[in-house]
């Protein structure tokens, strides 16, 4: 595969060398792209040297070879890393000022950046409008790492480190050999529940979990250029994170486990398949306090409850008829079994049409830019597997929904009736 890997100038390019080799290593055939900036960290004899290719950084270097146009339009894949704070700016703004911006206006193929710059500049309200304006166009953003940054400094900004930054741009040319224009969702009515519920203890502090929403908003998007129409329920959901479903996806923004539970159900009145992906809370407090607890030498006594179980109710008291029903487990092993054990068990308790297993914790799944699921059916036997970023995994998602065309769904199961007619080539159910 040829690869395109674009350097901007920030301290982090020393990790593109070693991104370099892991795609070398691996037999790509990769041209290096640097900024003239980004060679005040990394030198041309160095990327020359792995590469085995020349490096250019200017749009008049190698003119008879129009490499402003050739270099990009030869990729199967470009990477940028690091993308920085102005190298992002200017793509987004469509400036083709150096040879790694004009690239990235001609490249047709997937496209991935990895930022990495002080957390005051991810933050800014420019960046995130840029951020938003490349996913808009279709690039794909990498969403920085938290940790150690130049200096004494921490917090997101940290460039993602190779490993993952490769498995990401991989898995788009994977998912991107399923031709995005192939609409086989069209006519399907989807509600997808993204994020992670918040359960107030008082009105600054709540019980909550580590869930980004990445992978629900994956969802919603991936269902919708596939034809769906989609609402998504998000919980908690980060701008820059929920910018991602694009514009054609209804977002409804809820807080609470009783609040999403709601809202899915609201939407899910006249929708053909629900896919529950986010966490939501198992206890909330008996009762909210209505002014800030306030320290007194004794830890307060916590009274919860448990909250509705929204999938299963989804199962034994369906909005819809024939509805087909996907659920989340986001696990960890113990001393009574591995991942896959207590998804197999909570597939057959559960009862939904399908049940996505992942491993969470130690920088697994929650707050990750890629995932590992496993897709099991209600008697909890794997289906499809799926690994690699959010949307790669969606998209293996739906198509384990797709693929249950014909089949009764677990709320037509559960009630022992007629799957409500019988269903097209989308999975979704046509009138009798």
Not at 18 to 43: I, K
Not at 69 to 79: E, M, N, T
Request: charge should be negative; include cysteine.
């Amino acid at each position: 595969m040829r690869i395109v890997l674009g350097v901007a100038g920030g301290i982090a390019a020393y990790k593109a060398v070693l991104l370099l080799r892991l795609l070398r290593e691996q037999g790509h055939d990769v041209r290096v792209v640097p900024t003239r900036a980004s060679l005040e960290f990394v030198g041309r004899a160095t990327w020359e040297a792995l590469s085995g290719q020349p490096v250019t950084t200017d749009v008049f270097e190698d003119v008879d070879q129009v490499a402003h146009v050739a270099v990009g339009k030869s990729a199967d894949l470009v990477v940028v890393a690091p993308a920085t704070a102005d190298l992002m700016a200017r793509a987004a703004a469509g400036r083709a000022d150096d040879l790694l911006t004009a690239t990235l206006l001609v490249a047709r193929c997937p496209v991935l950046l990895a930022p990495a710059m002080h957390t005051e500049m991810w933050e800014h309200p420019a960046t995130v409008a840029n951020v938003a304006t490349l996913r808009a166009h279709g690039v794909h953003v990498l969403d920085p790492a938290s940790g150690r940054l130049t200096g004494a400094d921490t917090g997101p900004g940290r460039l993602p480190e190779p490993e993952e930054i490769a498995a990401a741009a991989l898995a788009l040319v994977d998912a991107s050999a399923v031709t995005p224009a192939v609409q086989d969702l069209a006519g399907t009515r989807a509600v997808v529940s993204a994020g992670g519920t918040r359960e107030p203890l008082d009105p600054v502090r709540f019980l909550g979990n580590r869930s980004s929403g990445r992978q629900g908003v994956a969802l919603a998007a991936v269902a919708a250029r596939r034809g769906a129409r989609v609402t998504l329920v998000a919980a908690n959901v980060a701008a820059d994170v929920l910018a991602r479903a694009g514009a054609t996806v209804d977002v409804v923004e809820v807080e609470t486990g009783e609040q999403l539970r709601e809202a899915v159900r609201t939407a899910a009145k006249d929708a053909d398949v629900v896919v529950m992906a986010a966490a939501v809370a198992d206890y909330r407090p008996a009762s909210t306090a209505p002014a800030k607890m306030k320290k007194s030498g004794q830890a307060p006594v916590l009274h919860l409850v448990e909250t509705t179980d929204v999938l299963r109710e989804l199962v034994t008291d369906p909005p819809r008829a024939g509805q087909t029903v996907v659920g989340f487990a986001a696990e960890t092993g113990d001393g009574d079994g591995d991942v896959l054990d207590h998804g197999r068990a909570k597939a057959r308790r559960k009862g939904a049409d399908l049940l996505v297993v992942n491993a969470v914790g130690a920088g697994l799944g929650f707050g990750t830019t890629t995932n590992d699921v496993t897709v099991l059916d209600r008697e909890g036997r794997t289906v499809a597997t799926g690994a690699g970023t959010k949307d790669a995994v969606a998209g293996v998602v739906w198509d384990a929904v797709r693929d249950l065309v014909g089949r009764p769904s677990a709320a037509d199961a559960a009630h022992d009736r007629p799957a409500g007619g019988p269903r097209d080539g989308h999975g979704a159910v046509r009138p009798s």
